[in-house]
Protein backbone atom coordinates (compact mmCIF):
# COMPACT_ATOMS: atom_id res chain seq x y z
CA UNK A 1 0.00 0.00 0.00
CA UNK A 2 1.09 3.47 -0.65
CA UNK A 3 1.64 5.72 1.72
CA UNK A 4 0.23 9.33 1.25
CA UNK A 5 0.48 10.31 4.48
CA UNK A 6 -3.08 9.49 6.01
CA UNK A 7 -1.92 11.10 9.88
CA UNK A 8 -0.09 14.08 8.85
CA UNK A 9 1.54 15.87 5.16
CA UNK A 10 4.68 17.43 6.54
CA UNK A 11 5.75 20.46 3.65
CA UNK A 12 9.77 20.90 4.17
CA UNK A 13 11.90 23.53 3.29
CA UNK A 14 15.72 22.02 2.56
CA UNK A 15 18.55 23.79 1.41
CA UNK A 16 18.88 23.13 -3.00
CA UNK A 17 22.35 21.58 -2.11
CA UNK A 18 21.60 19.45 0.86
CA UNK A 19 21.02 15.22 -0.35
CA UNK A 20 21.30 13.89 3.52
CA UNK A 21 17.79 15.32 4.86
CA UNK A 22 15.27 13.55 2.99
CA UNK A 23 16.37 10.06 3.22
CA UNK A 24 17.30 10.25 7.10
CA UNK A 25 13.49 12.24 7.68
CA UNK A 26 11.86 9.45 5.61
CA UNK A 27 13.40 6.77 7.27
CA UNK A 28 12.31 8.19 10.04
CA UNK A 29 8.59 9.01 9.76
CA UNK A 30 6.13 6.62 11.18
CA UNK A 31 3.65 5.28 9.06
CA UNK A 32 0.56 7.78 7.78
CA UNK A 33 3.35 10.19 7.83
CA UNK A 34 4.67 11.50 5.07
CA UNK A 35 7.06 14.40 4.14
CA UNK A 36 6.73 16.79 1.14
CA UNK A 37 10.24 18.60 0.49
CA UNK A 38 11.09 21.59 -1.69
CA UNK A 39 14.24 23.92 -1.93
CA UNK A 40 15.61 26.91 -1.83
CA UNK A 41 19.29 27.86 -2.64
CA UNK A 42 21.97 27.37 -1.01
CA UNK A 43 25.12 25.13 -1.72
CA UNK A 44 27.38 26.85 0.68
CA UNK A 45 27.52 28.76 4.54
CA UNK A 46 28.73 32.24 3.68
CA UNK A 47 26.55 34.45 5.57
CA UNK A 48 25.34 36.20 2.63
CA UNK A 49 24.19 32.24 1.37
CA UNK A 50 22.82 31.86 4.04
CA UNK A 51 20.74 35.25 4.39
CA UNK A 52 19.99 34.61 1.03
CA UNK A 53 17.98 31.59 1.52
CA UNK A 54 16.39 33.37 4.72
CA UNK A 55 15.11 36.12 2.13
CA UNK A 56 13.03 33.50 0.13
CA UNK A 57 11.38 31.07 2.42
CA UNK A 58 7.81 32.91 1.40
CA UNK A 59 8.17 31.38 -2.17
CA UNK A 60 8.69 27.84 -0.72
CA UNK A 61 5.71 28.24 1.73
CA UNK A 62 3.57 28.88 -0.72
CA UNK A 63 4.64 26.76 -3.03
CA UNK A 64 4.32 23.64 -0.02
CA UNK A 65 0.65 25.23 0.52
CA UNK A 66 -0.36 24.24 -3.22
CA UNK A 67 0.26 20.67 -2.14
CA UNK A 68 -2.01 20.69 0.73
CA UNK A 69 0.24 19.96 3.31
CA UNK A 70 -0.94 20.25 7.60
CA UNK A 71 2.53 22.27 8.24
CA UNK A 72 5.42 23.55 6.67
CA UNK A 73 9.16 23.32 8.21
CA UNK A 74 11.86 25.39 7.44
CA UNK A 75 14.67 23.05 7.58
CA UNK A 76 18.30 24.47 7.94
CA UNK A 77 19.93 24.61 11.22
CA UNK A 78 22.63 27.17 10.41
CA UNK A 79 19.77 29.63 8.31
CA UNK A 80 17.27 29.39 11.55
CA UNK A 81 20.36 29.93 14.13
CA UNK A 82 21.62 32.84 12.30
CA UNK A 83 20.45 35.40 15.10
CA UNK A 84 18.33 33.96 18.71
CA UNK A 85 14.66 35.55 16.72
CA UNK A 86 15.89 34.29 13.01
CA UNK A 87 13.93 30.78 13.75
CA UNK A 88 10.71 33.07 15.32
CA UNK A 89 11.01 35.38 12.56
CA UNK A 90 11.01 32.75 9.80
CA UNK A 91 8.09 30.67 11.17
CA UNK A 92 5.87 34.12 11.52
CA UNK A 93 6.61 34.62 7.66
CA UNK A 94 6.07 31.49 6.43
CA UNK A 95 2.79 31.52 8.26
CA UNK A 96 1.56 34.89 6.74
CA UNK A 97 2.59 33.60 3.35
CA UNK A 98 1.11 29.78 3.34
CA UNK A 99 -2.02 30.01 5.98
CA UNK A 100 -0.12 26.65 8.01
CA UNK A 101 1.26 26.21 10.89
CA UNK A 102 5.15 26.35 11.05
CA UNK A 103 8.09 24.73 12.39
CA UNK A 104 11.77 25.39 12.28
CA UNK A 105 14.56 23.62 12.85
CA UNK A 106 15.87 25.94 15.79
CA UNK A 107 12.70 25.69 17.27
CA UNK A 108 12.89 22.14 17.11
CA UNK A 109 16.64 21.58 18.58
CA UNK A 110 15.61 24.06 21.94
CA UNK A 111 12.15 22.13 22.58
CA UNK A 112 14.31 18.85 22.42
CA UNK A 113 17.18 19.80 24.30
CA UNK A 114 14.85 21.23 27.01
CA UNK A 115 12.63 17.63 26.70
CA UNK A 116 15.63 16.12 27.38
CA UNK A 117 16.05 18.71 30.34
CA UNK A 118 20.09 19.33 28.79
CA UNK A 119 21.81 22.22 30.03
CA UNK A 120 25.09 21.92 29.40
CA UNK A 121 26.07 20.68 25.46
CA UNK A 122 28.73 19.28 23.67
CA UNK A 123 28.72 20.52 19.93
CA UNK A 124 29.50 18.92 17.26
CA UNK A 125 29.68 20.42 13.54
CA UNK A 126 30.77 20.24 10.30
CA UNK A 127 30.47 24.21 9.61
CA UNK A 128 33.43 26.57 9.24
CA UNK A 129 34.40 29.08 12.59
CA UNK A 130 31.56 31.95 11.48
CA UNK A 131 28.32 29.55 11.62
CA UNK A 132 30.01 27.77 14.54
CA UNK A 133 30.31 30.74 16.30
CA UNK A 134 26.36 32.22 15.84
CA UNK A 135 25.38 28.72 17.25
CA UNK A 136 26.94 29.01 20.06
CA UNK A 137 25.95 32.34 20.39
CA UNK A 138 22.07 31.27 19.84
CA UNK A 139 22.26 28.29 22.35
CA UNK A 140 23.62 30.47 25.34
CA UNK A 141 21.06 33.25 24.46
CA UNK A 142 18.30 30.54 25.00
CA UNK A 143 20.00 29.38 28.05
CA UNK A 144 21.95 26.36 27.44
CA UNK A 145 26.03 26.25 28.14
CA UNK A 146 28.29 24.58 25.59
CA UNK A 147 30.75 22.67 27.10
CA UNK A 148 32.91 22.18 23.95
CA UNK A 149 32.24 23.01 20.24
CA UNK A 150 33.79 21.22 17.38
CA UNK A 151 33.68 22.57 14.02
CA UNK A 152 35.43 20.50 10.96
CA UNK A 153 35.74 23.88 8.31
CA UNK A 154 33.17 22.39 6.14
CA UNK A 155 32.01 25.24 3.77
CA UNK A 156 29.00 23.16 1.20
CA UNK A 157 26.27 20.76 1.41
CA UNK A 158 28.09 18.61 -1.24
CA UNK A 159 31.51 18.32 0.69
CA UNK A 160 29.29 18.13 4.27
CA UNK A 161 27.35 14.69 2.80
CA UNK A 162 30.91 13.15 1.86
CA UNK A 163 31.67 12.63 5.95
CA UNK A 164 31.92 9.25 7.29
CA UNK A 165 29.12 8.75 9.99
CA UNK A 166 32.19 7.23 11.92
CA UNK A 167 33.56 10.45 12.31
CA UNK A 168 30.95 11.74 15.05
CA UNK A 169 31.52 8.52 16.79
CA UNK A 170 35.02 9.91 16.86
CA UNK A 171 34.54 13.48 17.68
CA UNK A 172 32.08 12.11 20.39
CA UNK A 173 34.25 9.81 21.57
CA UNK A 174 37.65 12.47 22.20
CA UNK A 175 35.30 14.73 23.23
CA UNK A 176 33.13 13.31 26.30
CA UNK A 177 32.45 15.32 29.12
CA UNK A 178 31.07 13.89 32.52
CA UNK A 179 29.28 17.56 32.73
CA UNK A 180 27.37 17.17 29.53
CA UNK A 181 23.61 16.00 29.41
CA UNK A 182 23.57 15.84 26.07
CA UNK A 183 25.48 15.87 22.13
CA UNK A 184 24.37 17.97 20.07
CA UNK A 185 25.10 16.79 16.16
CA UNK A 186 24.21 19.87 14.11
CA UNK A 187 23.39 20.10 10.77
CA UNK A 188 21.04 18.39 8.51
CA UNK A 189 23.77 17.60 5.88
CA UNK A 190 25.53 15.02 7.26
CA UNK A 191 25.22 11.33 7.85
CA UNK A 192 24.50 11.50 11.78
CA UNK A 193 21.56 9.74 11.90
CA UNK A 194 22.79 6.33 11.43
CA UNK A 195 25.20 6.14 14.95
CA UNK A 196 22.99 8.12 17.14
CA UNK A 197 22.49 5.30 19.34
CA UNK A 198 25.84 4.02 18.95
CA UNK A 199 26.84 7.19 20.23
CA UNK A 200 24.48 7.58 23.10
CA UNK A 201 25.66 3.86 24.25
CA UNK A 202 29.67 5.15 23.64
CA UNK A 203 29.19 8.25 25.86
CA UNK A 204 26.32 7.21 28.22
CA UNK A 205 24.21 10.48 27.39
CA UNK A 206 21.15 11.56 24.87
CA UNK A 207 22.16 12.75 21.34
CA UNK A 208 20.26 14.99 19.13
CA UNK A 209 21.10 15.67 15.13
CA UNK A 210 19.45 18.11 13.24
CA UNK A 211 17.16 16.15 11.16
CA UNK A 212 15.93 14.01 14.30
CA UNK A 213 15.31 16.85 16.17
CA UNK A 214 13.42 18.53 13.76
CA UNK A 215 11.10 15.02 12.93
CA UNK A 216 10.37 14.26 16.62
CA UNK A 217 9.26 17.63 17.26
CA UNK A 218 7.25 17.95 14.60
CA UNK A 219 5.32 14.48 15.39
CA UNK A 220 4.83 15.16 18.59
CA UNK A 221 3.32 18.80 18.14
CA UNK A 222 0.61 17.02 16.05
CA UNK A 223 0.31 14.72 18.48
CA UNK A 224 1.99 12.01 17.03
CA UNK A 225 3.38 9.42 20.13
CA UNK A 226 5.43 7.43 17.58
CA UNK A 227 8.40 5.83 19.35
CA UNK A 228 10.84 5.81 16.07
CA UNK A 229 13.26 2.50 16.94
CA UNK A 230 17.09 3.38 16.11
CA UNK A 231 17.17 7.06 16.15
CA UNK A 232 18.03 7.72 19.96
CA UNK A 233 16.55 8.20 23.18
CA UNK A 234 15.20 11.33 22.06
CA UNK A 235 11.92 9.42 20.78
CA UNK A 236 11.07 7.77 23.92
CA UNK A 237 9.84 11.50 24.59
CA UNK A 238 6.03 11.00 23.38
CA UNK A 239 4.63 14.77 24.10
CA UNK A 240 5.82 18.18 24.12
Not at 126 to 142: C, G, K, M, T, W
Request: proline share 4%; glycine share 6%; hydrophobic share 45%.
Amino acid sequence: MIDYGSRLRLGVIVPSGNVIAEPQIHAMLPEGVVAYMTRLELRGSSEPELLEMSRHVESGAKLLSDAQVDAVVFHCTAVSTFSPSMGEDIEARIAKASGLPAISTSEAILTALRALKAKKIVLLTPYIDSVNAREVAFLQHHGFEVLEEVGLGVNTNAEMAKLSPQIWVDLASKHQREDADAYFISCTAVRSAEVIEEIEALVGRPVITSNQAMVWYALRKNAIANQQPGFGSLFSITSI
